[in-house]
């Protein structure tokens, strides 16, 4: 009994003072560190009370002007939050050299479809991000743009008919029901009608990517963590049943137009292209990355904008008002280049992605030793370093008022206000999100069809002040996002 009882306190006694020694990793490198407590380090109550970057945000607003980065603890990973945009923007660019790897997880063996140019790091990822960056640029999207405007049509018609039934709709719902079109039609060939059927197969796996439990979310950040160590225990990136269905519908696009040399203006059409250049497998993940980024980002960019819209009357009158004289001056006709050129709707776009950036913290793992410019603090190599995007855009130095809605901040004269890497809504550098325009295309196309058919309102359901739901990997509104829609 005494025997069994001294090895447990033995056991014990190791493991407080190993993970005593693991939270003191920065102190004893001359780092200012963000407090750490057993599990989760610096993220207390991850997953079921607060957000990743909330978390972040408490160490922020603790450590702003003190350092110009600081360390904390994932679990027992000992990760860097850098605070100063100055050295941001060297980590993002000048000194990508030392930063090149996302450090995102992927499993090559037990879930191809995991690797893509989001997640793959060194060589490979220069190779894919070189001969794919070609399939969004800007006469790409403006193939693609008739495609976006007659499911944008279909938006508007579908959803008119809904509000006879009820003007209270969850338009975030509504809003990934598009994106969803846009990216079943565009990069899997399929018409997946999202649209008119909520419950279509292709919408139902997609949420199956997105819609985690606290449970999948602490498994995704411990293969961040310890990726070696989770891809011997065979954790998957992807649920099996979702990487099959997206390799599975591509393939059958893939092959009937191989078959019949359909050429089409879209992502099928040019990951076809480079068939002799890579694998199926690997074209097949690149389609699902496209869902994956695509679908979800742009969707919450256009939730938010109707939401800051519904709480903002007068923003939304004005913002009408652009559109619609533009269209009719035009004949009735959106094009790409109007769309584009919608001056207030940029605006109230980077407004909101300053709010609420989609992607609120972003990634990347030091892959060679770095001191950090003016100090003698060194960033070893294998580091996770977390660049909190929300902390930035919230920071009352950079955006005064950080909790009001204000387009203004991005009109011609105050732009230049705005300081250097502390508006990050897509990332920076040579790593900055490839499919900008493809994102900003569907949202504006999105809400420019929709503020033009109808008005937005709060609501009974209406959560106001924001919440985000603490689970998941990505903004994302608490009680989904439930406005008053009527026809103009
Ligand atoms: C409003 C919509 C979107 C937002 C806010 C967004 C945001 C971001 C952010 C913050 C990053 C990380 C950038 C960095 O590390 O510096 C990223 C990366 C990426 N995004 Fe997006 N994204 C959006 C839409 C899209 C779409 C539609 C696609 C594809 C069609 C896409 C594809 C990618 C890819 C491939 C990367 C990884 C780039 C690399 O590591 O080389 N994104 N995105
Ligand atoms: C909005 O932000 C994008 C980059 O995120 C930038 O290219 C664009 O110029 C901004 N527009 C305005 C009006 O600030």
Request: charged share 25%; net charge neutral.
């Amino acid at each position: 009994m005494s025997l069994t009882l001294y090895f447990v306190v033995a056991v014990i006694t190791l493991c407080y003072l190993w993970i005593k020694r693991r939270y003191s990793f920065w102190k004893n490198r001359g780092f200012l560190q963000a407090e750490a407590s057993f599990p989760f380090g610096s993220f207390k109550g991850i997953g079921t009370k607060v957000t990743s970057y909330e978390a972040l945000d408490v160490c922020y607003k603790e450590f702003k002007g003190k350092a110009p980065a600081i360390g904390i603890y994932s679990f027992f990973s000992p990760n860097i939050m850098p605070i100063d945009p100055e050295l941001i923007k060297n980590i993002l660019g000048k000194d990508f050299a030392s930063f090149q790897s996302r450090g995102m997880y992927y499993n090559k063996k037990d879930d191809p479809m995991s690797a893509n140019i989001l997640t793959l790091d060194g060589q490979e990822w220069k190779d894919r991000r070189q001969k794919f960056t070609s399939m969004f640029s800007s006469s790409k999207m403006k193939m693609m743009f008739e495609i976006l405007d007659k499911i944008g049509d279909k938006l508007v018609n579908t959803l008119g008919r809904k509000i006879t039934e009820s003007s209270e709709q969850d338009m975030r719902n509504w809003a990934q029901r598009f994106t969803a079109d846009n990216i079943g039609t565009t990069a899997f060939g399929i018409d997946c009608c999202c649209i008119e059927d909520p419950n279509s197969e292709f919408m139902k796996y997609g949420r199956r990517l997105f819609d985690l439990t606290t449970f999948e979310l602490i498994k995704f950040f411990f293969a961040v963590d310890y990726p070696n160590l989770a891809r011997k225990l065979g954790i998957r990136f992807n649920p099996k049943e979702v990487a099959d269905f997206f390799y599975e519908t591509f393939i059958q696009t893939f092959e009937y137009r191989e078959k019949n040399k359909i050429q089409r203006n879209d992502f099928v059409s040019m990951l076809l292209e480079l068939k002799e250049q890579f694998t199926r497998v690997e074209l097949a993940a690149e389609a699902m990355l496209v869902y994956a980024a695509g679908y979800e980002t742009s969707s919450t960019l256009m939730t938010f904008t109707l939401y800051a819209l519904a709480l903002n009357p007068e923003i939304q009158q004005r913002l009408r008002n652009e559109i619609t004289t533009e269209i009719e001056e035009n004949d009735g006709k959106l094009t790409y280049e109007m769309l584009f050129g919608f001056k207030y709707l940029d605006m109230v776009i980077n407004e909101t992605l300053r709010m609420f950036p989609p992607i609120a913290d972003n990634m990347r793992t030091c892959n060679k030793d770095y001191t950090i410019p003016g100090t003698n603090l060194i960033i070893p190599s294998g580091t996770t370093v977390e660049i909190n995007t929300y902390s930035l855009h919230h920071d009352p130095e950079y955006f005064p008022e950080p909790e009001k809605f204000i387009p203004e901040r991005f009109s011609e004269e105050n732009i230049k206000n705005i300081k250097p890497s502390t508006f990050l809504p897509f990332g920076s550098g040579p790593r900055l999100c490839l499919g900008m325009r493809f994102g900003l295309m569907q949202s504006k196309m999105g809400i420019a069809k929709l503020i033009t058919e109808f008005s937005f309102s709060a609501c009974d359901k209406t959560t106001i002040p924001m919440k985000f739901v603490p689970s998941a990997p990505f903004l994302t509104p608490q009680n989904g996002m439930w406005l008053k829609v009527e026809k103009i």
